[in-house]
């Protein structure tokens, strides 16, 4: 008992460390921070809205910090780095906003470690996110920016929605399956996987970033996404020189909203 009590102690501490780093990193580029109640979780947001009449672009942050090692999962996933907030902060457009996954930084009676491990893209995140956009979306639509497992939250809720007008990937998982097999970790049958809906996106503006130097979800992931789509007309994979899973992004962020003639 007292042992599962200091692990929880150091988790809170850790989330309010991590916390006030991502707050100050939001609140220098005039992003204030919400927390959206969503389908039983509580979702933390930075937001910055001048012109409610164009679109927003949301960035959904990556899987965090989800394990400790191979075998243990965490007892905290709020990111430690935040690369979804990071480039969301650089974002020039009227209305930006970060969204972060069920259980960071926002801590509830909902969270137990199964959903930022083998449920991290079950159906019920993925209702809880897609909750969450309609309460931030504004009446121009919504881009999406996924970054890591954001990607495969941005996936699969842009083909359950229709105001959605384009999407963006970076270090992108999307086929959960094959960058588990890939890195040799169990698959996780009870959640959703990216790939499966790739032919009802063929039609969206998208654009895939994927480092030469990822290890973890190297660039034939966003490859064979876009081969699965159908038609690759409206989709475009960029491998950028150097970049590795978690670095090399902020120096060619911000990229150009995607269009079907790309």
Known sequence: MLVAVLALLSACSSNLEHSTSAQSTAAAAGMVQR??????????????????GQPITVYIEGDGADWVSRSQPSMDPTPRHFTGLRLAVLDPSANAAYLARPCQYSWGAACNT?????????EEVIASMSAALDRLKTAGGIHLVGY???????????????????????AGNLDSEAVNRFNRVSPMPASLNPVDVAAHLAALPQRHLTGSADKRVPPFIA????????????????????????????????????????
Do not use: M, Q
């Open 148 to 170: 890591s497992g954001g990607a495969a939250v941005a996936v699969l809720v842009a083909a359950r929605r229709n105001d959605v007008l384009s999407l963006r990937t970076v």
């Open 114 to 122: 199964t959903y930022w491990t083998d449920r991290r893209f079950s």
């Open 223 to 262: 490859e064979g996404f876009v081969a699965s789509l159908g038609s690759s007309r409206c989709a475009t994979v960029t491998v950028v020189p150097g970049a590795s899973h978690e670095s090399g992004w902020e120096k060619v962020w911000p990229t150009a909203i995607p269009t079907c003639d790309n």
């Open 35 to 52: 927390e959206i109640p969503a389908g039983g979780f509580d979702l933390t947001a930075y937001v910055r809205i001048k012109d409610p």
